[in-house]
């Protein structure tokens, strides 16, 4: 037997239970949009790439500082150090130049006293017996001795031996003097340029 449904109702469509889904809505930019937006961005990327190298250039440059500092301590030490060196030095000459001084002058004296010693030794080994010396001068140049004998021979004796030590000796004068029973003779010599002595003192 067939039945048919005179008064058909709308089926009920089940549906079933799904999780909420949210899906972003596509947004279409035109190119010239794109185009727009990118250079800025593409500006700015690359000023804070340019920021970011010049800090790392400035800590370098700092470091090299700090660095140049410490060599600049470091030199100022040392050329401090260097100077009190050239101070030192330089009264280290003085005290070369006062000392080479002194070792000239103590030498000249040396000298000199060797000089005199030789005339006094020339004179002393020249005078005879029976000459008295009244007077006596000596310098390196020249020399003078005063002085008397009863005997004028011994004046000649003198004078040759006077004459292997100077090679000038200038005979001043011969006086005869005193009373009939006492007669004296006084000379005077005056010698000059000094020959070695035959024998050292």
């Known amino acids: 037997m067939i039945?048919?449904?005179l008064n058909p109702e709308k089926k009920k469509t089940r549906f079933k239970k799904k999780g909420i889904s949210f899906k972003a809505p596509s947004i279409a930019l035109p190119r010239q949009s794109i185009i727009y937006i990118g250079i800025p961005l593409a500006v700015i990327i690359i000023e804070i790439a340019y920021y970011l190298d010049l800090q790392f250039q400035i800590k370098e440059l700092q470091n090299k500082k700090?660095?140049?500092?410490?060599?600049?301590t470091k030199y100022r030490m040392a050329k401090k150090q260097i100077d009190i060196l050239k101070?030192?030095?330089?009264e280290a000459e003085i005290m070369k130049d006062e000392v080479s001084m002194k070792i000239k002058i103590y030498q000249r004296l040396a000298r000199e006293k060797r000089d005199f010693g030789r005339i006094l030794y020339a004179i002393s080994i020249s005078v005879p017996d029976g000459i008295w010396l009244t007077s006596l001068s000596i310098s390196r140049n020249d020399s003078k001795l005063k002085g008397y004998t009863f005997d004028?021979?011994?004046?000649?004796?003198?004078?040759q031996n006077l004459k292997r030590?100077?090679?000038h000796i200038d005979f001043r004068s011969t006086k005869r003097a005193g009373?009939?029973?006492?007669?004296?003779?006084?000379?005077?010599?005056?010698?000059?340029?000094?020959?070695r002595a035959e024998k050292s003192p």
């Open 179 to 195: 009373e009939k029973s006492l007669v004296f003779y006084s000379f005077d010599f005056h010698m000059k340029n000094f020959k």
């Open 152 to 159: 004028p021979q011994y004046i000649t004796i003198f004078y």
């Open 87 to 90: 101070s030192k030095i330089k």
């Open 165 to 167: 030590f100077y090679k």
């Open 66 to 72: 700090r660095s140049l500092l410490v060599e600049k």
């Open 3 to 5: 039945k048919i449904n």
